[in-house]
């Protein structure tokens, strides 16, 4: 019997450019502001606190470095108390650890959407990332009168905020959309990156001051950690800290 030598033809759907992709995404956008009030509502749907967990977080850390840093180790923050240094810098640091921690699990926890029916993919992490707005601004809000009553009141340096959130916000988006992607196939990546963002943190500013890392390695810092000036930028935004 002689064999088929006949060539095989292989059908793939041809990946969109950028131009294609972007478009495709603002048509569908109504899905987007859908996907993220999703996200929201779900997440305190079913908890005892609901919204309160969104001040409980970065406070209960902010307190626990109070304790370790500011009252053992006494770390110098240019007379600002160190619970309001802590706390400041805790807010930016949770923008990208929350929404990186939620894009990076967002193609696989709507698996079942997925199969469904159609729609930009990216619409995932990106729902996932945004839906960390609520807890920035009542996190932000809480924070503002609070610095005012210790002697930081809310001056024009307060338009900072606004660069110094967009970046950890695009760096959650792109790290988790690529953690997201590769966590179809690997799963262990969902048990390791939370593990990876622990270790991450303390590499960034957030419970010490820039000044105390010896000058060789600060460039360093501020060079190899994209969120070393986000977080220092923040933090300048609400307390004036040398920046």
Not at 124 to 141: K, N, R, W
Not at 196 to 207: G, K
């Amino acid at each position: 019997m002689s064999q088929d030598r006949r060539p095989q033809i292989r059908i793939r759907p041809e990946s969109p450019g950028i131009v294609e992709t972007i478009a495709d995404l603002v048509a569908t956008r109504e899905l987007l502001w859908v996907l993220i009030l999703r996200q929201i509502k779900m997440r305190y749907a079913q908890t005892a606190f609901g919204t309160f967990w969104i001040v409980l977080q970065p406070l209960l850390s902010a307190v626990l470095y109070t304790l370790v840093f500011g009252m053992f180790v006494k770390v110098p923050t240019n007379g600002v108390p160190y619970v309001l240094f802590s706390y400041s810098g805790m807010v930016g640091w949770t923008v990208f650890a929350q929404g990186f921690d939620r894009a990076g699990t967002s193609l696989v926890q709507d698996e079942r959407l997925i199969t469904k029916t159609y729609f930009p993919r990216l619409h995932l992490p990106l729902s996932a990332v945004l839906s960390v707005a609520p807890d920035l601004a009542i996190s932000t809000l809480l924070l503002l009168p609070v610095a005012w009553i210790l002697g930081f009141p809310p001056q024009l340096r307060l338009l900072w905020a606004l660069p110094a959130v967009a970046v950890p916000v695009l760096l959650a988006i792109g790290f988790g959309s690529v953690v997201a992607s590769m966590n179809i196939r690997w799963r262990d990546l969902r048990q390791a990156a939370p593990f990876l963002v622990q270790i991450f943190v303390w590499a960034t500013p957030v419970a010490y001051p820039l000044e105390v890392v010896p000058p060789k390695w600060q460039t360093i810092l501020l060079a190899a950690n994209p969120m070393t000036a986000p977080v220092l930028l923040f933090r300048h935004a609400l307390l004036g800290t040398p920046f």
